[in-house]
């Protein structure tokens, strides 16, 4: 029987429960039952239909709250060893029912986000340590580089502050199987056997898309290969003009945003991820790709550097001002497709043993533990 009690808010404010949070929960669950009796907590919006019914097949305590203010009218925390939150404003809450209820859990905070690639990011890093994070007992970090953008200039965070880093995971199970995607109005084009390249990125300014197009214009058209672009955001009608523009619409699809169960079948049919983002502070369109065998080309953020090795699973390039090298590594994995399927295998195998949900869930155990050491 479980003696410990965890309450875990799996919810982000303006997005609600998300399939990463459905993926972290059940294989949280496994690790920790005999140990730590879980509360999950979420808001009533998902992200994808059909989340909720599998949260219910999932054996733990679940609330749905409306706002993050609804956390203190719970009754959970009283009686709570830990608190795992996953934003800003949920750790703040926690914080002041801590400190209003004179009640001694731990409270642990993965950092998802922090204005990471923001030119105020230093001022809210500067801001938010002394108000929230120097009262934390817990800071995850999803990736080294992460922490170490957080931390740069920033004079307010304690360096004694208790700190772990360990990435997030991928559900083994959804790329070990194919869900059909021929229903989808985009499958007949992303059936045609092109060579396919994928990035899997909201379009906002910090992902770079209007880079990626203005680098790639006659790329697209030298090597007959198909850019698809999968993500919604502000930026969608500014990229959709440019390819206008350059009249490259038979090389580059923006699908739009599309259910997340569907993306390892989507990934079957490419043949390159790119990430070319500003900032990650972890970097899924890094480790999706890896899981369905495929080699990344990425600027040096978020994991890149801890799971993108050169000729192995990809190759890492620092930033917008390698052009060149960017269309170099394309180009080699175009030009070389036996290395590229290999480098995918490798890819592949490097996922599945490092980047399970399972393996979060047992750092996730260790970081618990850790709290009472």
């Known amino acids: 029987m479980a003696s410990k009690k965890l309450v875990f808010l799996g919810y982000v404010m303006n997005t609600g429960l998300t399939l990463h949070f459905v993926d972290w929960l059940e294989a949280l669950h496994a690790e920790v039952k005999d140990i730590f009796d879980i509360t999950f907590i979420t808001v009533q919006n998902e992200q994808s239909k059909g989340l909720y019914e599998d949260l ?15 956390l203190n009218t719970l009754s959970v925390f009283n009686e709570a060893n830990i608190v795992h939150c996953h934003g800003m404003r949920q750790a703040i809450e926690v914080l002041r029912i801590r400190k209003k209820r004179s ?52 004079i307010t965070y304690k360096k004694t502050n208790a700190s772990v880093v360990f990435p997030l995971g ?22 045609r056997g092109s060579f396919n390249i994928i990035y899997l990125a909201d379009l906002v300014p910090r992902k770079n898309h209007v880079w990626l197009i203005k680098v790639l214009r006659h790329f697209l058209i030298n090597h007959d290969a198909r850019l698809w672009l999968f993500g919604q955001g502000k930026q969608k009608q500014i990229v959709e003009k440019l390819v206008s523009d350059y009249k ?68 890492i390039v620092q930033n917008k001002s390698e052009i060149k090298n960017f269309q170099r590594a394309l180009l080699f994995l175009i030009n070389n497709k036996a290395k590229a399927e290999e480098m995918g295998k490798e890819a592949r195998s490097f996922a599945f043993q490092r980047l399970s949900w399972k393996i979060t869930a047992q750092n996730c155990f260790d970081a618990y533990q850790s709290l009472f050491s």
């Open 248 to 315: 490259i619409e038979q090389y580059v699809y923006l699908p739009g945003r599309v259910d997340g169960k569907y993306i390892p079948s989507i990934l079957q049919h490419m043949n390159i991820a790119v990430c070319i983002s500003k900032s990650e502070t972890m970097g899924h369109a890094i480790i999706e790709p890896l899981f369905a065998g495929i080699p990344v080309v990425t600027f040096d953020v978020g994991i890149a550097s801890a799971v993108i090795r050169d000729f192995v699973t990809g190759f």
């Open 56 to 70: 219910t097949k999932i054996p733990v305590t679940t609330i749905i709250i409306n706002k993050n203010d609804d």
């Open 103 to 154: 009640l001694s859990f731990k409270i642990i905070i993965t950092l998802h986000a922090f204005r990471h690639g923001q030119w105020y990011r230093f001022l809210y890093t500067n801001l938010i340590s002394p108000l929230l994070l120097n009262e934390i007992d817990l800071i995850h970090f999803v990736s080294q580089t992460a922490k170490n953008e957080f931390l740069q200039l920033n």
């Open 170 to 191: 991928c559900n083994q199970q959804r790329y070990s199987s194919e869900i059909s995607i021929e229903h989808l109005e985009f499958y007949k084009e992303l059936s």
